[in-house]
Every structure is written in structure tokens, then in C-alpha cells.
């Protein structure tokens, strides 16, 4: 079966501009995460797509960013406008079963915003 | 406030030695995961823990989860140059992972 396909896999982005991250899971799931990796840190949740509704967006740091997941399938998560600290690696995740099966990450998208 | 503490951050050993990584926290999980991550790609998943004093093995890998379900280890027995890589442990709390800060491996031949 085909993974969780993520893209662009790189960007570079001047501050103020606005760009667009894209996560494909894998067909049927019906979980979709967002995280981050900023540079030094952890792993972080972002949010939690149960189909095409939100189930927890309590990590999104501010309301610059904005997911969406259209029909339950595709999800994008907008960043507008980008700021230097949104610099990091987008990681998404998608999962069937219960969260303790764990998850299946794409391969994240490396955003640099100069 | 990292909620995930994990140790050590780095680790270099010789091919054929054994190795412990170790993830603890003050807060009690549903249950604890470990991936693994190369370089440019995302973490993949190598086994999940759920009931305390769990313990599982993947081959030269034994996972165990402590009986209050707040930490967690990973021992690799005779540590091969493939098993480079970042180890990651990650607590599961209803959808939300919270990750260690990652294990660095290094085997060297």
C-alpha cells in the first residue's frame, strides 16, 4: 500500500509569504495528524483530523496556521503570514486504528522562511 | 516543559556491544511508542506498549514498558552498523504523541 505522501518535501519562503503544506494519507485511514519539528526541539502535536472534521487543533501555535482536510481525504495546512520561528519540519501522520497502534509518518516537508 | 525525558541524547558504541536508551516521565500514558528516523525521512514505526511491565522483542530489540506506565525502555543486544539511526519514544495520551527528544545512535564497525 502506498505510505503517507507529503510535498513539497522542501520550501524556502520569505517572511509574510503565505505557503501551503499538502499530506496525502494513506487510503482509508480515517485519522490524520499534523506535527512539528522545530530545530533542537521535539517532536510537537499540531492537530487531529477524524475524517474532514477537527477533533484537536490545541497545538496549533496561532491563527496564522490553518488546516483543513478536504472530503475526509487530502489535508493542507496554510501558513499566512510566515513568520522565521514557523521554520522546522511539517511531519503528517495517519492512522486506522486506535492511536495505541501507532502511526504511519510521511516524510515531512522542510520549511525554511528567511 | 518537556513532558518526555529522553537519555541518552547521543550514543557511539562499538559494533557488537549492548545499549539502553531510556524514556521517562512524571505522567502516566496509555501507552509508549518507539520509531525510528534516517535522515529526510519521517519517523517509522518499530513497536507499541500498552499494558504496564509490557515486554516486547523485535529481534535483537527488547522494549519494556515500567508497570505505572510512565517510562520506558529500549535495549538493543549486539549492536550492528544498520542499527544506526535516531531512536525516538513517543507517549500516546487519547490521539496526541508526545516525543522524546530523540537517541542519536552511532555503531561503528
Known amino acids: 500500500e502506498a505510505g503517507v505522501t507529503q510535498f513539497p518535501s522542501h520550501s524556502v519562503i520569505e517572511k509574510g509569504q503565505t505557503v501551503t503544506l499538502r499530506c496525502d494519507p494513506i487510503?482509508?485511514?480515517?485519522?490524520l495528524y499534523w506535527y512539528r519539528r522545530v530545530m533542537g526541539k521535539e517532536i510537537k502535536f499540531l492537530l487531529h483530523?477524524?475524517?474532514?472534521?477537527?477533533?484537536?487543533e490545541s497545538g496549533m501555535p496561532n491563527n496564522r496556521f490553518l488546516a483543513e482536510r478536504t472530503g475526509g481525504t487530502y489535508s493542507t495546512l496554510k501558513v499566512q503570514p510566515a513568520e522565521l520561528e514557523d521554520s522546522g519540519v511539517y511531519f503528517c501522520?495517519?492512522?486506522?486504528?486506535?492511536?495505541?497502534?501507532?502511526?504511519?509518518f510521511g516524510s515531512g516537508t522542510r520549511l525554511t522562511v528567511v | 516543559t518537556q513532558l518526555l525525558e529522553q537519555s541518552p541524547q547521543f550514543l557511539s558504541i562499538q559494533e557488537g556491544e549492548n545499549l539502553t536508551v531510556y524514556c521517562n516521565s512524571s505522567?502516566?500514558?496509555?501507552?509508549l511508542q518507539w520509531y525510528r528516523q534516517e535522515p529526510g525521512e519521517g519517523p517509522v514505526l518499530l513497536v507499541t506498549?500498552?499494558?504496564?511491565?509490557e515486554v516486547k522483542k523485535l529481534k535483537r530489540l527488547t522494549f519494556q514498558f515500567g508497570d505505572a506506565r510512565k517510562d520506558s525502555s529500549l535495549h538493543i543486544t549486539a549492536a550492528q552498523p544498520g542499527d544506526t539511526g535516531l531512536y525516538l519514544c513517543?507517549?500516546?495520551?487519547?490521539?496526541?504523541?508526545?516525543f522524546g527528544k530523540g537517541t542519536k545512535l552511532s555503531v561503528i564497525p
Open positions: 487510503s482509508g485511514h480515517d485519522n
Open positions: 501522520a495517519s492512522s486506522q486504528l486506535s492511536f495505541n497502534y501507532g502511526y504511519t
Open positions: 483530523f477524524v475524517k474532514e472534521s477537527k477533533q484537536d
Open positions: 505522567s502516566v500514558f496509555s501507552s
Open positions: 513517543a507517549g500516546a495520551r487519547s490521539y496526541q504523541l508526545t
Open positions: 506498549v500498552v499494558t504496564g511491565g
